[in-house]
């Protein structure tokens, strides 16, 4: 054998991004309003109108949990927003690491601990992956290829694509 018939196939490249948006918040409820507004704006612009209002509740989930969950004095959260051929991706990073997200039910007189459950619902996959500092929480839809048209999963576990530790 040569050591070109031994030698593993490379894993294939990500898809590149067609379209990608970054932005830093303070960590205010208007910037969840702003983060929303600027994500169902962009989704149309990208080509994806009739999906907008679904990136734009993604978004919003995942900023009120930043605010909520992952804010510190002085240190801004971040969106970022990717779409490939295959998959429209949400992102929002935050610093703190230790305070992991998980589903949880809501009791019926709870105000709160809905938002995941939402994002389940309507993101392909979704999940937490640790940063050097804080954590990024994200969200994906997958696009149809050759289509404007995002489809949609119902499943509920989330993705993990690294171990962390007290995440289940």
Request: with cysteine; charged share 25%; hydrophobic share 35%.
């Amino acid at each position: 054998m040569t050591a070109a018939q031994e030698a593993p196939a490379p894993a294939p490249e990500p898809d590149p991004p067609l379209h990608e948006d970054r932005l830093d918040y303070t960590p205010t409820a208007r910037s969840v309003t702003l983060a929303r507004r600027r994500t169902a704006r962009l989704v149309a612009e990208w080509g994806h109108p009739h999906h907008a209002g679904e990136a734009a509740l993604l978004v919003s989930e995942l900023a009120t949990n930043a605010l909520l969950h992952g804010s510190m004095r002085g240190r801004l959260f971040r969106v970022h927003l990717s779409l490939t051929a295959t998959t429209f991706r949400i992102e929002v990073s935050d610093p703190r690491g230790e305070r992991l997200p998980g589903l949880r039910e809501a009791g019926a007189d709870d105000c709160y601990g809905r938002g995941l459950l939402n994002v389940a619902q309507l993101a392909d996959r979704w999940g937490v992956e640790p940063r050097t500092v804080g954590k990024t929480v994200f969200a994906e839809l997958t696009v149809r290829p050759g289509s404007t048209h995002i489809t949609r999963n119902s499943g509920l576990n989330p993705t993990r694509t690294a171990k962390v530790p007290g995440v289940t």
